[in-house]
């Protein structure tokens, strides 16, 4: 399969190791993965949020990849900063985002908090550590 014709996922979380396991299983489930350490990230690259570095004369790296199609966010739930949720809420009001599918992920099973992101349009509420099983339900094909 083609990399511009490969389902795009983009991964948050602000663990290392939970981020790369995360990638990993995508990768194996054939998915191309972006990987980023925080919401705000997230934000940047999918344009909703001007770079940090906008007083630089580095070229931007959200103008790089803005035009990046994402057909998957997949996101953990507690993270400094902005959480999962808060990601999830910005993402559904955004009228350019707002049918990306997002996947919450967390390592708490606490029914009030997958109840409230399934509500809020998370399309699914996955429970860490992640496994393969979990991925491959997510597979389009």
Same mark, same amino acid.
């Given at each position: 399969? &083609? /990399?511009?014709?490969?389902?795009?996922? !983009?991964a948050v979380d602000d663990s290392l190791i939970d981020r790369k396991l995360i990638e990993r299983l995508l990768t194996t489930s054939s998915f191309h993965v972006t990987a980023v350490d925080s919401g705000t990230k997230a934000l940047e690259l999918l344009g909703l949020q001007p770079n940090q570095n906008d007083n630089t004369d580095e070229p931007h790296y959200h103008d790089q990849?803005? $035009?990046? +199609? /994402?057909? !998957?966010?997949?996101? =953990?739930?507690?993270? %400094?900063?902005?959480?999962?949720? =808060?990601? *999830?809420?910005?993402? +559904?009001?955004?009228? $350019? !985002?707002?049918?990306? #599918?997002?996947?919450i992920m967390s390592?708490? $099973?606490? #029914? &009030?908090?997958?109840?409230?992101? *399934?509500?809020?349009? &998370? =399309?699914?509420? !996955?429970? +860490? %550590?992640v496994r393969l099983s979990d991925v491959d339900k997510l597979n389009p094909t």
């Open positions: 399969m &083609a /990399v511009d014709t490969q389902f795009h996922v !983009l990849i803005h $035009n990046m +199609k /994402v057909n !998957l966010i997949i996101t =953990d739930y507690c993270m %400094p900063g902005m959480t999962g949720y =808060d990601l *999830l809420r910005k993402i +559904k009001e955004s009228e $350019n !985002l707002k049918d990306i #599918p997002v996947v390592s708490e $099973n606490i #029914p &009030a908090r997958i109840s409230r992101c *399934l509500e809020d349009g &998370a =399309d699914e509420f !996955l429970l +860490k %550590p």
